[in-house]
């Protein structure tokens, strides 16, 4: 329920919605929201200059809850820091990032907030994100990472089942859903905009893990995914260059140098076949995005290496979490569950 009973009290728990020309699917993201039995929570509805109305829309439907209007499309990484930003002004001690093409199940938000009210060493959690059209099925049960700074969905296809229903640590959590502290998520400057969409949660993770943060998926806490709806707008030519040039910056930016040398061994001959399979396929645009990350994260390589001599190799407290065995990501008919005890 939202905060009206005490409308001058902070709220504990603000959830961000971002939005861009999404506005059936928004109205029932919003519309679960607030059918949940979350207390002491607020919404703030961000919008990247969406045309379609979809702003006006869902102010108009839902009046309740807090507007924040972009201007532009920001994509998910910057837009969504606007609205962290305006819920750390309003005083709120956890943010729930959420994707607009979900569904909360009722009592979801209840229970990630008592997961961290009890577990003060916890600093993000994030509920099972399973299948709109398939409850049982899990979408996504964390982050998970291989040598090569791919990363894919914990436990991806599994039933849900397959997790059990306690909670268990994992490398990073999904900004599908992404509950956190908010000092903590400002102290760790919150999601890296250079990323702009794909893989900013993961970088995010890292950086929480390293400042020596914990996170850790509830299975009892349940949101339901309508898959990729928001991000199947955008062309499959874009989305393979942000996820290619991405997984480079992820080592870049977060692996030690003998982890990234490595990682880059394997990653430039991946890349190049995939620009060969392309081309062979007279997918000329998907080859011509792929060399172009592949590019760029060659050229991040030499400004890395050069500027490595100058500084101190980092550390790497996430490294026990990496599946360091897996250099290219397993399809998404699920994986078993990492064990790491309790963390606490």
Not at 17 to 31: E, G, M, R
Not at 60 to 71: H, I, M, T
Not at 76 to 87: L, T
Not at 196 to 225: K, T, W
Request: include cysteine.
């Amino acid at each position: 329920m939202l905060n009206t009973q005490h409308p001058n009290k902070p709220p504990r728990v603000i959830v961000i919605v971002l939005n861009y020309n999404c506005k059936s699917i928004s109205h029932d993201c919003i519309q679960s929201l607030l059918k949940s039995k979350g207390d002491d929570c607020q919404v703030i509805f961000v919008d990247n200059g969406s045309t379609d109305g979809s702003y006006e829309f869902i102010r108009e439907k839902f009046p309740q809850c807090e507007f924040l209007q972009n201007g532009e499309n920001l994509f998910f990484a910057a837009g969504n820091n606007r609205g962290i930003i305006k819920a750390a002004d309003m005083g709120a001690e956890y943010v729930f990032i959420l994707n607009n093409d979900t569904l909360v199940e009722p009592g979801c938000i209840e229970t990630l907030v008592n997961f961290m009210d009890a577990n003060p060493q916890a600093a993000a959690c994030q509920p099972l994100l399973c299948h709109l059209s398939d409850p049982d099925i899990i979408a996504s049960a964390g982050c998970r990472l291989g040598r090569i700074g791919r990363a894919w969905d914990h436990s991806c296809g599994l039933p849900t089942k397959a997790v059990g229903t306690e909670p268990f640590p994992v490398l990073g959590v999904t900004g599908g859903a992404l509950f956190i502290h908010t000092s903590v998520m400002v102290e760790a400057g919150l999601f890296d905009e250079t990323f702009q969409m794909y893989f900013e949660d993961v970088d995010l993770s890292l950086r929480l893990r390293n400042a020596g943060h914990s996170l850790y998926c509830i299975p009892s806490a349940r949101v339901l995914h309508m898959v990729s709806a928001t991000t199947n707008k955008m062309n499959a030519d874009r989305r393979i260059y942000f996820c290619e040039r991405n997984a480079f910056t992820v080592m870049l930016k977060n692996f030690p140098l003998k982890h990234v040398l490595f990682g880059y061994a394997f990653a430039i001959p991946a890349s190049t076949v995939m620009v060969g399979v392309h081309l062979l396929k007279g997918r000329f645009g998907l080859a011509r995005y792929v060399l172009k990350a592949m590019g760029e994260g060659i050229a991040g390589l030499f400004q890395h290496v050069w500027g490595h001599k100058k500084q101190a190799d980092r550390p790497a407290l996430f490294w026990e979490f990496v599946d360091s065995d897996v250099i290219f990501p397993p399809a998404c008919h699920g994986n078993p569950p990492i064990s790491r005890g309790s963390e606490k």
